[in-house]
């Protein structure tokens, strides 16, 4: 039995310097404001101290999850990597732990929209009831707007728009309590026991799931050509009234021509941090990655192309499993 600690993968980058206690902004941030005497008629630049919020620590840090080391040198706090067709475990850190999964959520959405195979073509009105009291979050979808169901869909997988995914939850037959009572009874029928949901679109941080759980649900939601179609969609566009607007995926890799990506989400509320889930063909494998609490933006990203040349470097044939050691951090990986 072979026994590698970090250094052995001296061809993974590690990611900049900073850990996740410095992502936090910091109280006191200087700058630089220039502004115009006009006696002397001229421009004059003095420093100025700018007082900023701290950042809020995600449920994650306050855990103490990023203390633990990893091989690859991660960002996020917590990681699973699975291959699709075998299911063996590649890669595993912290992938028990329950944290908030933010628009991740949002996958458990739209396959129970899917599944129940209501009609894509029938016309939805946002409301004041899809406005979001919970983040205050804004959106391009004004009151009053109408989008077909199909339409709405494609936003909430695709650009993560909360008011279409709360429309699709509150316009299920039985309406919204009805839904969310579906979406952890189809949570339980697929064995995903450490995950509960309160609401559609992931602002809650009552919505909480494992990665393991994660792996489970892109799973089975990689199997439904819509969710597939939707998720890695790079742009959509849709006419509301006389205005066509258009949104972006949330994912820039879906636009990388060098990823071939089945199905993606992305996530991010200040108690979750950034999340990403995705179903991807490396190596001529189908893999499943799980990234929750990353400590920066696109730290995500970069923990998905850690993980791709990690997978991509492993000889042809050979099993190498990896899984963190939960309880000391210094501890070694085994092959």
């Not at 980058?13 to 002397?40: D, E």
């Not at 908030?100 to 949002?106: D, E, Q, V, Y």
């Not at 728009?161 to 949570?187: C, I, S």
């Not at 089975?220 to 006389?242: H, I, N």
Request: a positive charge.
């Amino acid at each position: 039995m072979m026994v590698l600690a970090a250094a052995s993968f001296p061809a993974l980058a590690a990611p900049a310097a900073g850990t996740a206690g410095q992502s936090q902004a910091s109280a006191k941030r200087p700058v630089v404001k220039t502004s115009y005497n006009a006696k002397r008629r001229v421009y004059v630049k003095r420093p100025v101290v700018r007082y900023v919020r701290p950042a809020r620590p995600s449920d994650g840090m306050k855990a103490g999850l990023h203390g633990v080391h990893d091989p690859l040198s991660l960002r996020s706090s917590v990681a699973f990597v699975v291959d699709q067709e075998t299911q063996e475990v590649l890669f595993s850190k912290n992938e028990d732990a329950v944290l908030p999964i933010a628009s991740l959520t949002k996958l458990m959405t739209g396959l129970l929209v899917s599944e129940a195979e209501l009609p894509l073509d029938e016309m939805i009105t946002i409301t004041q009831d899809d406005v979001d009291t919970e983040k205050f979050s804004s959106s391009r979808l004004r009151v009053g707007s109408t989008l077909s169901r199909g339409e709405l869909m494609h936003l909430a997988l695709m650009a993560s728009e909360n008011r279409a995914a709360h429309a699709l939850g509150r316009t299920y037959p039985g309406g919204l309590q009805v839904f969310v009572e579906l979406m952890n009874a189809k949570a339980q029928l697929l064995g995903m026991n450490d995950t509960r949901y309160v609401e559609p679109t992931g602002l809650s941080s009552k919505n909480k799931s494992s990665a393991k759980d994660l792996a489970v649900l892109v799973d089975v939601a990689s199997e439904d050509p819509l969710l597939r179609e939707f998720t890695t969609s790079p742009a959509y566009q849709v006419a509301v009234g006389r205005r066509k607007l258009m949104f972006n995926n949330t994912n820039r890799l879906v636009r990388n021509p060098t990823w071939d990506i089945g199905l993606q989400k992305t996530g991010y509320i200040s108690e979750a941090g950034q999340c990403l889930v995705m179903q991807a063909k490396i190596a001529g494998r189908k893999l499943i990655m799980v990234f929750l609490d990353s400590a920066g933006k696109l730290s995500r990203l970069g923990d998905a192309e850690r993980v791709r040349r990690w997978v991509e470097s492993i000889p042809a044939k050979t099993p190498v499993p990896v899984t963190e050691n939960h309880t000391d951090a210094r501890a070694p990986v085994f092959f």
